[in-house]
Structures are given as structure tokens and as C-alpha cells.
């Protein structure tokens, strides 16, 4: 052998080097991520859980290297939508108005709620939003109304922050004596709709839009300025539940209208009926509702409830008793 062969020769045998090691660190990674293991977890979730769903994700995959996430973020309708209208599994459904898992799944898709965490609305601006050294708690109404400010807000029929949005409008004209304004906002002609409301934040951080409504626990997470809203609007205390009931907003489902009531802002999850990894499934609601799993939802902004809330205690699983309770117990 010549030596521009003997070259060749090694060259070739260090490019076959090269690959077989990128192959092996390459299957190292992919092991290591659970793209091998059969423990593969997937998550039908609000937009506003997705920061604090990724850390609980996170911190669980410490304990089980082997898990593999695919987290799937929506407005919660049209979670649900996935798997009532599409025909689509998931593991663990969690949206931001619990009562959609009842209404929208029992019997054939779910058999139990949990309910989780808590939130109230804001609304979130930045420091170029037209108007901000000027907006309050007490002023909102009027500056939103004004002529070329923007404003941003959800899909009612994809998503809960949408309608919660048109309610608010209609409890500020009950708490302020003034009619007009639940018509003047939400007939406002500079108005941006998008499908679920953290898709508002593009906008509102590139300055297209002024104002976004959005919870609080998004404003916090995106470092957002925000105005914070009477207790009576935000739709964020319990206690007030009887007052946030004289309002209702119609949902679109398909040929079918649904009224939904005001209600307190409250985050339920459930396993559906047809989840392929039940039982790991179980584990990570079981890390989500445990001290590490809560301190990382609060550490987004939002509140969890402790114990949490289930409506159907005979049909939750058992591994699960422990960190609920009845709802009114």
C-alpha cells in the first residue's frame, strides 16, 4: 500500500470514528431524554400552565430520568375539544376553569376533577403601552375606551381567559353603575382576538397591542406591569362567587351554545378514561399536588389550594386521596 493510500485509508477510518461516536453520544442523549423508554407522558394543558407545568415537568423527570414529556398547551376548550370533537389521548388533562372537565367529558371521557390552583385577571402592559403612565385600578375602563388604544383578549370559544374577559366587562358595569361600558369594551373597534391569551404577549411586548387581559400569574411570569382589579372583577375571590353569578357569557361548541356563569378563576385536572400510561400519570399528579410541586406553581404566581378539591372522592384514584379533599369539606 502506497502511502496516498495508506491516507486514504486513515481518513477513512477516522470519519468512521467520528460517526460512530456522534451515533453513540447521539443514543446516550435520546436515552437519556426517555425517547427509548416506553415511560412517555402526554399533557393536554392551559396556555397559562405552561410555565409552571415545565418546572413541575422538570423536577419529576429528576426522579424519573426515564420520563418523556410532550407537553401540549391550548386554550383550555379546545384542550378539551381534543379529546371530546378530535378523537386525540392524552395522560393528563389541566385547564383553567375546572368546571369544563364536568360539563364537557363526564361520563364518557372523564370520570373525576381536581381542582388545583386559583388565579385572578389582570391587565398586563408594558412601559410603551399608550397611556400607561396614567392607568389604575380605578381608571381602566375609561383609558381602555379611548380612541387608538389597543386592546388584547382570548377566544370565548377557545378559551377560558376569553370568557372570563367579556364577564369581567359586564360585572365593571354592575360595579360601577354604568351600563355602557360592558358594550363600549366589548365592541372596542381596536380590538385584537387570538386563540388563547399568552399568545397576546407577542403583541403586547412588540407594542401592537396596548392592553392584554391576562392572569395575574402570566403578567408575574413575563414581568409584565399590570393593573390589579376590584376583587368584585377579577373574578379572583371565592367568597364572592354568589356576586360573580349574576353574569354569564355564550359559548360555541360546535352547532351547540353553552352559558357559562361567573365563577371564581379555579384550575382542574383529570386523567381521561383513555390515558395510555395510567399509572405514571398518577405519579406526576401525585409530584404535582405534593409540597415540591405546589412550591414550584407558586413560584410562577400562582395560588395552589392545599388540600386540593375533588368533586367525585368515590371515583379519584386512591393514590390520590391523600392530597385532596371533598368539595364544601
Known amino acids: 500500500m502506497n502511502e496516498t493510500s495508506r491516507r486514504g485509508a486513515s481518513k477513512s477510518l477516522l470519519l468512521a470514528i467520528l460517526v460512530i461516536a456522534v451515533v453513540a453520544i447521539g443514543t446516550l442523549y435520546s436515552y437519556q431524554q426517555g425517547y427509548f423508554s416506553p415511560n412517555y407522558l402526554k399533557v393536554f394543558h392551559a396556555g397559562s400552565l405552561t410555565v409552571p407545568l415545565n418546572k413541575v415537568g422538570e423536577a419529576f423527570r429528576s426522579e424519573h430520568p426515564n420520563v418523556r414529556f410532550d407537553f401540549e398547551s391550548s ?21 383553567a376553569d375546572w368546571r369544563l372537565i364536568p360539563k364537557l367529558m363526564y361520563e364518557e371521557y372523564a370520570d373525576w376533577t381536581i381542582i388545583f ?10 412601559d410603551q403601552s399608550k397611556y400607561a403612565e396614567e392607568i389604575n ?21 377557545r378559551d377560558p381567559c376569553g370568557y372570563r374577559t367579556l364577564m369581567l366587562f359586564q360585572l365593571a358595569s354592575i360595579y360601577y353603575g354604568d351600563p355602557s361600558i360592558n358594550e363600549t369594551l366589548w365592541n372596542h373597534a381596536d380590538t385584537v382576538v387570538k386563540p388563547k391569551s399568552v399568545q397576546l404577549l407577542t403583541g403586547l411586548e412588540s407594542g401592537q397591542i396596548d392592553y392584554a387581559f391576562e392572569y395575574k400569574s402570566v403578567a408575574v411570569q413575563h414581568h409584565l406591569n399590570y393593573v390589579e382589579l376590584p376583587d368584585e372583577l377579577n373574578l379572583g375571590d371565592p367568597d364572592l362567587e354568589p356576586y360573580y353569578a349574576k353574569v354569564s357569557v355564550l359559548v360555541h361548541k360546535g352547532n351547540e351554545t353553552i352559558e357559562i356563569k361567573g365563577a371564581p378563576i379555579l384550575y382542574g385536572l383529570t386523567i381521561p378514561k383513555d390515558a395510555e400510561n395510567r399509572d405514571l400519570a398518577i405519579e406526576f399528579v401525585k409530584f404535582l399536588l405534593s409540597g415540591e410541586g405546589r412550591e414550584l406553581v407558586e413560584s410562577c404566581g400562582q395560588n395552589v389550594i392545599y388540600p386540593a378539591y375533588v368533586d367525585r372522592p368515590s371515583s379519584v384514584p386512591k393514590e390520590l386521596l391523600g392530597f385532596v379533599r371533598p368539595m364544601g369539606g
Do not use: M, Q
Open 75 to 95: 386554550g383550555s376548550v379546545d384542550a378539551v375539544r381534543k379529546l371530546t370533537d378530535l378523537g386525540k389521548a392524552c395522560d393528563v388533562l389541566a385547564v
Open 117 to 126: 390552583a386559583s388565579n385572578e385577571l389582570v391587565i398586563a402592559y408594558t
Open 137 to 157: 385600578s380605578s381608571n381602566w375602563y375609561k383609558v381602555l375606551a379611548r380612541d387608538g388604544v389597543v386592546i388584547g383578549r382570548s377566544d370565548p370559544d
